[in-house]
Every structure is written in C-alpha cells, then in structure tokens.
C-alpha cells in the first residue's frame, strides 16, 4: 500500500525564517498534492504536482516533485505566523477498490513572532 | 471557503446509535469523497461517489454506509457507534474522479463533522 512519510513531524521557526517540509512515498509517485489544516478545521487545497521536476509556488509557498526519490518537498520563504498550521501531503493509491488519496502522518509547523 | 458545505458541525452521540453526516459538495462537482481523522491514525479514506455511484472504497467499516443522491449530494450513515469512531468526518468534492495514477484534479474539503461518542 501506498506509505507516505512527512519530516519533520513537527517545526517551530522563528518569523521571517525560511523552512521545507519533506514528503517521501514507498511507492512510485504518479502525482502528489499538498493541503493546509488549521487544527480542528478543513484541509486547504495548496497545490497539486503531477510530473516529475514540476514545481510550483503560490505566495511564498513552493512546492517541488522529485519522482526519481519518490519524494516531495515544500518550502516556505520568509514564514509568518498566518503559515502555522499541518501541513499534509497526499497522494493517488491504485487499487482493485478503486483511485484514492493517501495522506502523511502530517507536519505541524509553529511560527513564533 | 471552499464551497463543500457538511451539516451537522458537531455531534454527540451515545455508543450503539447511528447518525447521519450529511455533504453537498461544491456546484459542478460530481465526485463526492469521505474522509475520517483521528489521532491516532490520521486522514485516512473512507468512501467515494462519483455522479451516484460507489466509485472507490478504502478503509470503511461493514456498519459504514454511504451513498449520494441524483442532486449528487451526500450522506454517510454510521451505525452501532462505538467509542473509537469518535473523530472528525470530511467530505470533499472534486470536478472529476480519479481515473489513473495520475493525479486528476484537486479535492475541496468541507469544513467536518466532529463526531464525539460517549
């Protein structure tokens, strides 16, 4: 089955510092999105990689797909305290019972002021 | 906001009961998906519906049920409730299905239905 690993399980920056957040899968990546929870509320669409070496970025957020490493990085420039939050990577899981998304344990990132 | 409305927010609820979640996902999207988070083991797949029909299946219990009506909202039915189903419930909802291991199209949440049993 589809295993997605998240690291770190958690961070706390200092504002204004930079930080990446890395997604591995044991598996052959096909594609990857990653979401934004606040705690307690629903996921946040952020952004969706399909092919190997596409990056994209939204604000200060970019996110990068590495299908070689079956692996997915995120990184935020400059954070602020709005970039709290978990942050979760999921991706697409074949199987006999049909498509579906698998996500990471999660990473929780603190920004303190 | 993401346009996927759940209705009820919060619930709370006596083990053996049953309760209904309720979905209406965003206008236009015809696939419909269930999501249950605990801490314990974290966003994990319940369901999909895709224009009315059981599209894919993941890790649902047999008392688990679900189905989505010809105005292609969605209900998730839960039964014989047991302490440990406690945990928020998602829907999403996206334009198309996932048809490959491509990835097709993102998924919106809704904002969850805390269930808590006791």
């Known amino acids: 089955s589809q295993e997605l690993e998240q690291s770190p399980q958690s961070l706390i920056v200092q504002e204004g510092k930079n930080l990446t957040i890395n997604c591995t899968s044991s598996?052959?990546?096909?594609?990857l999105y990653w979401y934004k929870q606040k705690y307690g509320e629903g996921l946040i669409f952020l952004m969706m990689l399909q092919k190997g070496g596409e990056e994209k970025s939204h604000e200060k957020i970019t996110a990068k797909l590495d299908e070689k490493k079956q692996q997915s990085s995120l990184h935020i420039t400059a954070s602020q305290p709005s970039h709290a939050g978990i942050y979760l990577c999921g991706a697409v899981k074949v199987s006999n019972a049909g498509n579906m998304l698998t996500f990471g344990g999660g990473t929780r990132l603190m920004v303190k002021p | 906001d993401s346009g996927v409305t759940q209705t009820p927010k919060h619930l709370i609820t006596a083990t053996g009961q049953r309760v209904t979640l309720r979905c209406s996902p965003r206008?236009?999207?015809?696939?419909v998906y269930w999501y249950q988070q605990s801490l314990d083991q974290g966003l994990q797949f319940l369901i999909q519906?895709?224009?009315?029909?059981?599209?894919a299946k993941g890790n649902i219990l047999e008392r688990f049920s679900a189905q989505q009506f010809p105005d292609l909202h969605s209900e998730l039915n839960l039964s014989s409730l047991e302490l440990g189903d406690s945990a928020l419930y998602f829907c999403a909802s996206s334009v198309a299905t996932l048809t490959s291991g491509r990835a097709r199209g993102e998924q919106f949440f809704g904002p969850g239905t805390r269930l808590t049993v006791l």
């Open positions: 519906y895709y224009n009315g029909e059981e599209r």
């Open positions: 598996k052959t990546l096909y594609g």
């Open positions: 206008s236009g999207d015809l696939s």
